[in-house]
């Protein structure tokens, strides 16, 4: 089996980003000739016509369409397998990193990443993404750098993550709430009126199962989309929040906080990238110290 010219691929990932022969020729830096040549071996390679003519332009094949996404990874990698690593001068270093993180994570940990970031590397910016869901697309495509969240079944398997902390779920109320008085039991926490943290409305949140063998339900009054919002509405009225202690540390100052009367799920925190990042000086010093400030 003849091996295939893997130069190829450099070509065709700028055929198929630019969707024009021209363009790809000039981002190539070859004539227009040299360029059909390669268009016409990439179709043979390939055994599909790749880019077909529409009107004045060219539109790429269902095939092409599918190569897209995987020859650019490839080169993507292939060029940072290549690329020598420099010594990271931090002082120097001015890059802007994008952090898909929760609201509660930010308002617990990101005061000390801040401080950490500016004292290290002043020219260092980060932007906090608010995370509306698990799809790792924007790890994927660029967009964000770095995320944090509990790892689920829906997280691309190429994803690289590493545990920031564990984390419990523990109940809050606002001070001097009527059941504060009370000693807390299975019955007395089901007693009240509570606010759920789900993204699914129909979903009864992991402290339906924890209650089910004492036969109790909860009364979830309102659901909301995050811990913070929570605690703003458990703060100011007589619901109760049921929320991870860690994650939520500064946003229950001024409350009443109780431990749960039944073995709760735990849950592991943990920080999330694409593998394409892996050996960035920079990116690997963000993930280090975002460790760190968790860790401590």
């Not at 990271?88 to 802007?96: E, P, V």
């Not at 009240?192 to 993204?199: P, S, Y």
């Amino acid at each position: 089996m003849s091996i295939p010219d893997l130069n190829l691929l450099i070509t065709l990932d700028a055929v198929l980003a630019e969707g024009s022969v021209a363009r790809a020729a000039a981002r190539l830096r070859l004539s227009p000739s040299a360029m059909s040549r390669a268009l016409a071996r990439l179709r043979e390679t390939t055994g599909d016509p790749l880019l077909v003519r529409a009107g004045r332009g060219l539109v790429p094949t269902p095939r092409a369409l599918e190569l897209r996404e995987q020859v650019s990874q490839l080169v993507q990698d292939a060029q940072a397998a290549l690329r020598p690593v420099t010594q990271l001068d931090l002082a120097k270093l001015t890059q802007t990193f994008t952090l898909r993180t929760s609201d509660g994570f930010v308002e617990n940990f990101g005061p000390a990443l801040i401080a950490r970031i500016s004292a290290e590397a002043p020219g260092v910016r980060l932007t906090f993404m608010p995370k509306l869901n698990k799809d790792s697309a924007l790890l994927r495509d660029g967009t964000v750098d770095l995320e944090t969240g509990v790892v689920g079944d829906s997280i691309s398997p190429e994803v690289r993550t590493r545990a920031l902390f564990r984390d419990r779920f523990i109940g809050v109320m606002r001070m001097r709430h009527p059941l504060s008085q009370l000693v807390m039991t299975p019955a007395v926490y089901a007693s009240g009126q509570h606010v759920l943290v789900a993204r699914r409305t129909q979903s009864k949140g992991m402290m339906a199962d924890a209650l089910k063998p004492y036969g109790l339900e909860r009364d979830v009054l309102t659901t909301v989309g995050g811990f913070s919002a929570a605690l703003a509405l458990a703060r100011a009225s007589d619901l109760i929040a049921t929320v991870p202690a860690r994650h939520t540390g500064n946003l229950r100052a001024g409350m009443h906080s109780f431990e749960l009367p039944f073995p709760a799920l735990e849950i592991t925190v943990s920080m999330l990238w694409h593998p394409r990042m892996d050996a960035d000086p920079g990116h690997r010093w963000l993930r280090q110290c975002l460790w760190e400030v968790c860790a401590g």
